[in-house]
Each structure stands twice: as C-alpha cells, then as structure tokens.
C-alpha cells in the first residue's frame, strides 16, 4: 500500500510512519506513476484537492469532521484521526483491503456474466431439426450449462449438466466443460473423462448430467445420463409424454461410475427436452408434483419463469421439424 506524502504539516508524522512500517511513500506529483488498484493512506485536505482515482484512506484532524464527510461522499474508503489512528493499523488496513477487493469482484460480476453467456453456442442450421434453449441464472453466473455442436454433416452431440451450489466456483465449471467436450465423440465417453478429472482434481463439486448424439438422417437418438434430475421428456403429436427415467451417479463422486447408453428414435414433430432442476421452481408442491406441472408446462409450451429465481435454470429442446 501507498503512504501519500502530506503537503501540510503533520505533527508526530513519523510516529505515524513507525507503526506503519510496510507503507511506500509517495508524492502527489509521482501519483500517476504507480497502480491505481492499490489502496493509499492520505491527508483528508490533499484528498479533498486532488481528489484522484486511487482507493483512499484518509486521515483528519479532530476538528475537521466536515472535511471527512466531504471525503466519504467522494469516495473515501475510510476515515481516521492523525493523533487517534486505530489500535493494530496494519490489521485494520488489511480488512479494508479485502473488503475493497471483495467489493471490486462484485463490480465486476455482470462483466462476468456477459463473458459467461458468449460462451453459451450460437445457433446452428441443421437439417430437420431446430434446437431450442431457455438460460436464466439465478444470479449473475450459473452453474447450469448446455453446449451443442456438430460433430459429422448428419450428427450432432449434446448435453446439459447441473453444477452443485451456485457462485463463481460453480460457473468456471461450466466453463471448464465448454472447454474440454470436443475430445470426446460418444455420449458415455464424455461423462467418463469429465468425471474422471473432477475425481483427479478434488473439487469438491458434483455435476449431473445428460449428454447424447444425434442422427439428423435417421433421427436416431443416443443418450447417457449421469444422476441427472429432472429426466428427459420426449413429446410427441396426439401421444402421452415419455419420461425417460435412469438411475445412475453424479459426476465427482466416484472414480468407478457406471454409465449406460439408451437408445429411441424421434418420431415426426418429437421433441426432445432437457431441463435443469432449477425448472421445477416455478412450480408448487413436492418433486413429483412439481415434476408434474413442468411436463404439462412444456407440453403446452407454456413454460414461463418467474424474473427472479433461486436456482439456475437452462432448458435444451431438439425439435424434429418433418
């Protein structure tokens, strides 16, 4: 941290600078010399004057009340008396500085998110089909992740998966997958190496699942899931919704999971829809009830979520267009 050098007199100054032994003093004039990032401990009157960009706190004399308040209002992140400093000053600064730095990564939180859903693909022409997708975090990131891309002229592959707790923890998660699914060329294969790097590296995350591949020639649908909740749901003209219930793990929990392949073919106009467990929110009453008004709410293309939510929601439709 910086000590800017006061142009008034100071009494007893270099007792001050004693027990702040770690500050670099500076001048006013060299101020454009050094990082602007990094907290500076000044005279409230020189602060007042110059009023620079830098992160400040700023020290008074008793009498000068006003000339703080002055101060806070331009931005001040905290004030002292020159003759009544704080018991453990060092101590005090380093709190002020995590709160300070706790308070940029916050500012910095919807550039984060912006960044986030460029990740997100952008939409592809495919033939026969229409891929359909609904993101909204709950917050400014997500831990709920889709991606599609092609893999031959006829196939493409999918997923979307459901990264434990929210936050930044959760969301560079997602980022991770966006960035390692193209080795992988199966549904199954995908699951394994990502659980079998989330295991490797101990984060103490899980992630569910489902990820397929599909045919645009021969509509044939293949699909694994990983502990995935809700289901996949395919919906079809003048038929009752097909839930296509699983029983398997969560990615990260276990180094010997077991991932079977399921196999349908879409049918004329079929829909095939992933949801994240974040669309049940909406909705009133236990998972199954809820679980319930979601698939009438999709069949219906009713679906509609609330402006504010709790937990991250990300819907992937494939629609069979002929």
């Known amino acids: 941290m910086y000590f800017i050098q006061p142009t008034r007199s100071i009494p007893d100054l270099d007792q001050i600078?004693?027990?702040?032994?770690?500050?670099?003093?500076?001048?006013?004039?060299?101020?454009?010399?050094?990082?602007?990032?990094?907290?500076?401990?000044a005279d409230v009157q020189d602060f007042l004057l110059?009023?620079?960009?830098?992160?400040?706190?700023?020290?008074?004399?008793?009498?000068?009340?006003?000339?703080?308040?002055?101060?806070?209002?331009?931005?001040?992140?905290?004030?002292?008396?020159?003759?009544?400093?704080?018991?453990?000053?060092?101590?005090?600064?380093a709190k002020i500085d995590a709160q300070y730095k706790r308070n940029q990564d916050s500012r910095d939180l919807p550039s984060a998110a912006e960044l986030q859903k460029k990740l997100l693909p952008n939409a592809i022409e495919l033939q026969n089909y229409q891929v359909e997708t609904f993101f909204q975090p709950s917050a400014y990131l997500s831990g709920d992740w889709y991606d599609y891309w092609k893999i031959s002229d006829k196939e493409i592959m999918f997923y979307l998966a459901d990264v434990s707790g929210h936050g930044v923890t959760s969301s560079l998660l997602t980022s991770?997958?966006?960035?390692?699914?193209?080795?992988?060329?199966?549904?199954?294969?995908?699951?394994?190496k990502l659980n079998g790097m989330l295991v490797q590296e101990n984060i103490e995350k899980h992630i569910t699942m489902v990820a397929g591949i599909l045919n645009l020639e021969t509509h044939e649908l293949r699909w694994s899931s990983a502990g995935h909740y809700p289901p996949p749901i395919i919906f079809e003209p003048n038929q009752a919704p097909r839930v296509l219930n699983t029983s398997s793990f969560p990615l990260g929990l276990t180094e010997d999971l077991e991932v079977e392949e399921f196999v349908c073919t879409?049918?004329?106009?079929?829909?095939?829809?992933?949801?994240?467990?974040?669309?049940?929110?909406p909705f009133d009453g236990g998972?199954?009830?809820?679980?319930?008004?979601?698939?009438?709410?999709?069949?219906?293309?009713?679906?509609?979520a609330p402006d504010h939510v709790a937990d991250d929601i990300a819907i992937l439709s494939l629609r069979r267009m002929n």
């Open 17 to 41: 600078l004693t027990a702040l032994p770690s500050l670099q003093m500076i001048r006013i004039d060299d101020l454009h010399l050094y990082d602007p990032t990094i907290i500076a401990i």
């Open 266 to 281: 879409l049918a004329r106009h079929a829909r095939f829809i992933i949801c994240s467990d974040g669309a049940l929110e």
């Open 50 to 93: 110059h009023q620079w960009n830098f992160p400040t706190v700023v020290i008074a004399f008793e009498n000068e009340g006003t000339a703080l308040s002055q101060a806070w209002e331009l931005g001040a992140l905290a004030g002292w008396v020159w003759n009544r400093l704080p018991a453990h000053p060092e101590h005090s600064l």
């Open 176 to 192: 991770w997958m966006a960035a390692f699914h193209g080795r992988s060329k199966t549904p199954r294969e995908l699951i394994k």
């Open 287 to 304: 998972l199954t009830d809820q679980f319930a008004q979601l698939v009438y709410h999709l069949q219906n293309q009713s679906f509609q």
